[in-house]
Every structure is written in structure tokens, then in C-alpha cells.
């Protein structure tokens, strides 16, 4: 992950970031890359208060007003990723919902999980190790894992609904084979 990707979205896990990620590759139309055009995008979305979005840049509605009239033009990093952030969450919001019921409701997910993986079988090939599992979830679990976004819930929440959607679509074939597997998502103690 980029440093860009990092400074986006502090503190939040490996589940979320990719939900914001895959949220912008359905975007139709790049969001605006300079300071200038953000801020002046960013003021219409806050109905052309200075001081509103000054606080949710968390700067002096004079730093706002000067980076709208192209006196300043180079953001200190801080201030860049909240720029990028906030024009992100703001940016085609029906292209984000119009992807957003597709999964929902008829097309489902792909994700792709990078996860220790192993099974109690003494002296099997499938001895617990890290594996690439690349896999399409049914819109049922696509529809639950927004829900979960969208109701802020935190990386712990959403870890147990994708190891349950890909246990039923990569390990037990939706319920074709390996009846009874379960999938654990990782505890606070690893």
C-alpha cells in the first residue's frame, strides 16, 4: 500500500481499506487532483461555507479561502490527505450507490483475502500457511459487509461475516463439499 492509501485512512484495517479502495475504482470520472479544484469542490458539497469545511479540514477558513483563490497551492501532508479523503467521500456518491445495491442485490463481490489458512488433519497437505484466496461472495454476505461499512462498524466486526462468505464460496463450494468447515476470523490474542 502506497503512503497515500496509508495517510487516507489511519488507523482503519485491512477490510476497510479495501472497501474504500474497490469503492473508487467504480468511479466514472477521475476526482479533482489539485488543492485548488478540491477545495473548490469540497465548498459546494459544504454549500460555499468557508468555515464549515475549514473545521472538517481541520485548518483556518483563511487557509481555505486562500488555497480557492490559487494563492497557496502545495498542502503540507497533512492537511493533502485530508483534501483527498474528504473529496473521495464526497465524489459520485450515486455511482458509489448505484455500485453499492449491485452487490447487493444481484452481483456480489470479488475479493481477495491474504490469510493463514489450515485444518486439524494430522499429517495433511493442508497444514495451516498463508494463502492468496481470490473468490467471488454471494450478494447476501456483499449486502451484510456494506451494511457493517456503512454503519461504521470497526475491522473486528467485519472479520467474522468474509471469513463466513469465504468459507461458503472458496472451501465448501456453496455447501457442494466439505460439509461442516467453519472458518474462524483471527482473535485479539494473535
Known amino acids: 500500500m502506497s503512503d497515500h492509501e496509508q495517510q487516507l485512512a489511519p488507523g482503519r484495517g485491512k477490510v476497510l481499506e ?14 479533482p487532483k489539485s488543492a485548488k479544484a478540491q477545495v473548490k469542490f469540497l465548498l459546494t458539497r459544504a454549500k460555499g461555507s468557508t468555515k464549515a469545511l ?18 497557496l497551492t502545495t498542502p503540507q501532508k497533512r492537511l493533502q ?7 473521495e467521500s464526497e465524489w ?7 455500485a453499492r ?3 447487493a442485490t444481484s452481483g456480489g463481490m470479488m475479493v481477495h483475502v491474504v490469510a493463514y ?3 486439524t488433519a494430522s499429517g495433511s497437505s493442508d497444514d495451516g500457511r498463508i494463502r492468496h484466496i481470490t473468490t467471488p461472495i454471494s450478494p ?26 469465504v ?18 476470523s483471527p482473535t485479539s490474542s494473535r
Open 18 to 31: 479495501a472497501l474504500v479502495r474497490a469503492e473508487r475504482k467504480v468511479f466514472t470520472r477521475p476526482a
Open 54 to 71: 475549514a473545521e472538517r479540514l481541520g485548518v483556518s477558513h483563511r487557509t481555505v479561502e486562500r488555497y480557492r483563490a490559487g494563492k
Open 81 to 87: 490527505a485530508a483534501l483527498v479523503g474528504e473529496t
Open 92 to 98: 459520485q456518491p450515486q455511482v458509489r450507490a448505484q
Open 101 to 103: 445495491e449491485q452487490a
Open 117 to 119: 489458512f489450515g485444518f
Open 140 to 165: 447476501t454476505y456483499a449486502q451484510q459487509i456494506l451494511q457493517l461499512q456503512a454503519s461504521d462498524a470497526t475491522e473486528e466486526e467485519l472479520h467474522p461475516i468474509v471469513a463466513q462468505a
Open 167 to 184: 468459507t461458503e464460496s472458496y472451501f465448501t463450494e456453496w455447501g457442494t463439499r466439505a460439509q461442516g468447515l467453519r472458518a474462524d
